[in-house]
């Protein structure tokens, strides 16, 4: 196909926004679908402040960890109750926004939702309709750099995961526990472990500055596998958000009695 070239712009100038023929907008309606999905189904649950936690079991829902209000059940509040208890605040409000923040500032969310929210641009050769671009510079794109931050706080929010899990293997009495609840709760924490640690700030900090690998072949090794981990991140992504959901779905259920724990031990 022919077309006319700006010699100032060195570009073609195209009439057409896209001469792609393929069904390039099925990916990011499927992402906004999916993310658009997700959001309304953690923030309801985030706010609905019931049928979190068993505690039969010490299953405790990662949406409600750590809970630290006033209204969470004394059992589940494993480090203490300290929020008020009005029906705005989400028991976890403590750690609920950095997750958020680390979420909204990962590397691949902002492709995710630039493209499927803001449609920029909503897929490669396709053009945005945005008359400006101003990249990341700018408030509120600009708190984007803030991601290596909340990678710390993500961190340290897994911790928080894993103690859970760890601790829904003590029943009500004291006693060792084993169902599929505890099988859900650790695959959960390992998924979050694998999306965090493959994060680009994780990489960057271990290794982005090393000029000299041989001297620090700890440091190498370790960048390594959280280089290969790093490749998967975008799968990563979606496995997390699926896990989560899938995870305080199945507390939510066994907590409000429709269905029963499958018990293998206690």
């Given amino acids: ?18 001469l792609r023929t393929d069904r390039w907008w099925l990916p990011p309606l499927a992402t906004f679908a999916g993310l658009t ?27 409600y960890s750590p809970c630290v209000s006033n209204g969470c059940v004394e059992q589940a509040a494993h480090f203490g109750r300290f929020l008020p208890d009005v029906w705005w605040l989400p028991y976890a409000a ?11 500032t990962c590397y691949y969310y902002r492709k995710a939702y630039y493209r499927a929210f803001w449609l920029s641009p909503p897929a490669c050769a396709v053009a945005e309709p945005h008359q400006r671009y101003t990249g990341e ?14 990678f710390y706080a993500a961190a340290i929010i897994s911790v928080i995961n894993t103690y859970d899990a ?28 694998a999306y965090t640690i493959s994060c680009h700030s994780c990489r960057s900090i271990i290794g982005g500055r090393l000029n000299h690998f041989s001297r620090h072949p700890l440091r190498y090794r370790l960048w390594v ?32 009695g429709w269905i029963s724990d499958l018990r293998i031990v206690g």
């Fill in 225 to 256: 596998q959280v280089s290969k981990l790093n490749a998967k991140h975008m799968q990563l992504a979606w496995l997390t958000l699926a896990t989560l959901a899938f995870t305080d779905f199945y507390i939510m259920a066994v907590a409000a």
């Fill in 137 to 150: 510079t700018r408030f509120p794109l600009l708190g984007q750099n803030l991601h290596r931050y909340f």
């Fill in 1 to 18: 196909m022919s077309s006319t070239t700006d010699a100032s712009a060195g570009r073609a100038q195209i009439t057409a926004r896209t």
């Fill in 94 to 104: 403590l750690t609920l926004p950095f997750l958020l923040l680390f979420r909204l």
């Fill in 37 to 63: 999905a997700w959001v309304i189904y953690a923030t309801v649950r985030a706010f609905m402040q019931q049928w979190y936690f068993v505690e039969q079991y010490n299953y405790l829902t990662p949406f």
């Fill in 166 to 193: 760890i601790m829904a293997f003590r029943t009500a009495e004291g006693g060792f526990g084993l169902g599929l609840g505890n099988i859900i709760l650790v695959g959960n924490v390992v998924a979050l472990w």
